[in-house]
């Protein structure tokens, strides 16, 4: 519906209405030097002049339907079916949030229930939440259960060094004030099996992440075993889209599998809002935070939905809450129900598929160059490192200027021994076109 603005009448009828003249009698109680002062605004525009307004200022952005991406690093270009949004756009989900009252929320219940199911089956273990607000939320949330099924007992929390960086701090600043030790990626040329040795009798938990942050893929059974000798948890961070073509995180031994959903039809969107998914073992589903949806019948024996096992603490009683999220991304959790259920198990392998032969078809290229070295010591999936001949910055900005190609993640900015190394992303929407554009720059900006 189009914005109406009120009429002069309306507003005075307001104003009298609540016994004020002026809308600045509102604000008496704000001392006049906290005020802001008369703004200069411009003249008032028609909705066309400021359509063209708009317009104008959006075409200064770059985007990816201009430029062609291979920036990834926790954010992925991947292409989003047109039925992902027209479902979303529906009035009954789109303005659907607290589901509390069963007898008016099936519809939207359901589709939490169905997100749960796929998440299951994508994962490989029992019972998936409706989620977090994204996945280094997820991840924290990991920890904080992760201690709460030792019952407070075992404080250490083993973070390695080649999951998400932004993942690492949010599990930090989440964690304030729990007397959690997080440990493991001081090191930040720590490998698995450097993880393996710190897990103790005292660890809560040990995560990891698979692809790691370097896109690199590792079998992680050897450290479950580790973990579970010692009663410790592990917990994968993994990519949703990688499932579709490598084992599942169940069978190497996960306790605990949580993500970013993004890739599942979400869209880049800005940076947000994200999807965090969040899936465990059955024995600890009383543990697990955010909602649970069930399925059941009703008197009459008909199939219904409700909010299930999850006590009401976490909403009115934060003292005694598991954890204090109550909410869930759930238009997110829809819009990822809607793009695994379009593609199914033979597209989303298909999709994996063309993710990983486009991204060894640019590495092979790239490793090719004079100058350029590509990490190949482990196997990888849709991104990989490259060692650069120059400054990664200085590499990409020639990248965007000359060629419109964003280019790939600055990994010294968050490792200081990576100064000069690309973290290069590659999706199923990269032409072979656009990856020789890519290998043709990157052989130019050193010539």
């Known amino acids: 519906m189009s914005f109406l603005p009120h009429t002069d009448a309306e507003r005075q009828a307001m104003l009298a209405k609540i016994g004020v003249k002026q809308v600045a009698d509102l604000f008496q109680d704000i001392p006049r030097d906290a005020r802001y002062v008369d703004l200069a605004l411009p003249d008032p525009l028609s909705e066309m002049e400021a359509s063209w307004e708009l317009n104008a200022l959006a075409a200064a952005n770059v985007d990816t339907n201009q430029y062609a991406c291979f920036l990834g690093a926790g954010t992925y270009n991947h292409y989003v079916p047109s ?13 659907a949030y607290t589901p509390y009252q069963p007898e008016i929320s099936q519809g939207t219940l359901q589709a939490i229930f169905e997100y749960q199911s796929m998440i299951c089956d994508l994962t490989g273990m029992d019972t998936s939440n409706a989620s977090h607000y994204d996945g280094a939320t997820a991840l924290a949330e990991a920890a904080i259960m992760a201690n709460s099924v030792h019952r407070g007992k075992r404080q250490k929390i083993i973070l390695s060094p080649a999951i998400h960086p932004e993942y690492r701090a949010v599990v930090r600043t989440y964690t304030q004030g729990m007397d959690l ?39 992680l059974t050897a450290l479950a075993e580790t973990c579970h000798a010692h009663k ?14 490598f084992k599942p995180p169940a069978e190497m031994g996960a306790d605990i599998v949580v993500g970013e959903g993004q890739p599942l039809g979400a869209g880049m969107n800005f940076g947000g809002p994200y999807l965090g998914f969040f899936a465990t073992r059955d024995k600890y589903v009383r543990r697990m935070a955010g909602r649970l949806v069930g399925e059941t019948t009703d008197t009459e024996g008909r199939r219904g939905y409700v909010l299930t096992l999850a006590t009401r603490e976490q909403h009115i009683r934060r003292e005694k809450a598991t954890s204090n999220i109550c909410t869930n991304q759930g238009l997110l959790a829809l819009a990822a129900s809607v793009y695994m259920a379009a593609l199914g198990r033979c597209g989303l392998s298909k999709i994996a598929g063309l993710c990983y032969d486009k991204a060894h078809y640019a590495a092979s290229q ?37 060629w419109e190609i964003i280019g790939g993640y600055d990994l010294g900015r968050d490792y200081a021994h990576l100064a000069d190394h690309m973290l290069i992303a590659v999706t199923e929407v990269n032409t072979r076109e656009e990856i020789d554009d890519l290998v043709a720059a990157l052989q130019e900006v050193t010539s």
Not at 204 to 213: C, E, G
Not at 232 to 245: N, Q, Y
Not at 381 to 400: G, M, R, S, W
């Open 83 to 95: 039925v992902v949004d027209y479902v979303l756009q529906r009035g009954e989900f789109y303005t």
């Open 181 to 219: 030790t997080i440990t493991g990626d001081e090191d930040l040329k720590a490998d698995v099996s450097a993880l393996q040795a710190l897990v103790d009798d005292d660890t809560a938990m040990l995560a990891v992440q698979n692809p790691n942050f370097f896109g690199q893929i590792e079998d």
């Open 232 to 245: 410790a948890l592990l917990v994968v961070v993994t990519d949703p889209i990688s499932l579709g073509m």
């Open 366 to 402: 790239i490793d090719a160059l004079t100058g350029y070295q590509v990490w190949q010591d482990k196997p990888f999936f849709k991104e990989f490192v490259v060692h650069c001949p120059a400054p990664v910055d200085e590499i990409n900005q020639y990248l965007l200027e000359d």
